[in-house]
T-cell receptor, first 114, second 115 residues
Framework: DQQVKQNSPSLSVQEGRISILNCDYTNSMFDYFLWYKKYPAEGPTFLISISSIKDKNEDGRFTVFLNKSAKHLSLHIVPSQPGDSAVYFCAASRSGGSNYKLTFGKGTLLTVNP | GAGVSQSPSNKVTEKGKDVELRCDPISGHTALYWYRQSLGQGLEFLIYFQGNSAPDKSGLPSDRFSAERTGGSVSTLTIQRTQQEDSAVYLC?????????????FGPGTRLTVT
């Protein structure tokens, strides 16, 4: 039973355009969401997060949107750069004693073409 | 500063053998996590250590898996009698105080192949 779903295994965009990565979740107890970026042969690195009390969080070229009613979040990268090419993982956690447990999606491979 | 390091980076073992995977967390991080990523899957939580508290082992898939953390620093994940389904990348992460899931810093992982 996959609680965090990234239904697009891959996405290809042109440099300078917008990249939109999507993530859906089924567990309504999740209240904190994160995006991690992973290059080959490296561990994931934290990118951006959002709490369920917000619907948007922005950090430079990266913006995460949260739609709680739809149990959906998305990561927007504008403008996309070739160095953004990586696997992007969506992760979720719930507050309380087990807030350290992250539930990850399967990832989306983003390719930004020059 | 130094990040999370893991060794070995790759391990090939025969089915039925035991393996040990090592993780050196970032100095000063009191929380340590192990995850597993099987082919085509997301990261799967295995175990969590925080200071001197009892570890959360709820993610370990079977009793063939165990982990320890010595001196609040280095951790070893042991898989006994390895099976082919154990083949995966095993990732270690660390953080301050176990608070704030966003503060988890990952190592590069150990790729385990069971033949």
């Amino acid at each position: 039973d996959q609680q965090v779903k990234q239904n697009s295994p891959s996405l290809s965009v042109q440099e300078g355009r917008i990249s939109i990565l999507n993530c859906d979740y089924t567990n309504s107890m999740f209240d904190y969401f994160l995006w991690y970026k992973k290059y080959p042969a490296e561990g994931p690195t934290f990118l951006i997060s959002i709490s369920s009390i917000k619907d948007k969080n922005e950090d430079g070229r990266f913006t995460v949107f949260l739609n709680k009613s739809a149990k959906h979040l998305s990561l927007h990268i504008v403008p996309s750069q070739p160095g953004d090419s990586a696997v992007y993982f969506c992760a979720a956690s719930r507050s309380g004693g087990s807030n350290y447990k992250l539930t990850f999606g399967k990832g989306t491979l983003l390719t930004v073409n020059p | 500063g130094a990040g999370v390091s893991q060794s070995p980076s790759n391990k090939v073992t025969e089915k039925g053998k035991d393996v040990e995977l090592r993780c050196d967390p970032i100095s000063g991080h009191t929380a340590l996590y192990w995850y597993r990523q099987s082919l085509g899957q997301g990261l799967e939580f295995l175990i969590y250590f925080q200071g001197n508290s009892a570890p959360d082992k709820s993610g370990l898939p079977s009793d063939r898996f165990s982990a320890e953390r010595t001196g609040g620093s280095v951790s070893t994940l042991t898989i006994q009698r390895t099976q082919q389904e154990d083949s995966a990348v095993y990732l270690c992460a660390s953080s301050f105080g176990g608070q704030g899931a966003y503060e988890q810093y990952f190592g590069p992982g150990t790729r385990l192949t069971v033949t």
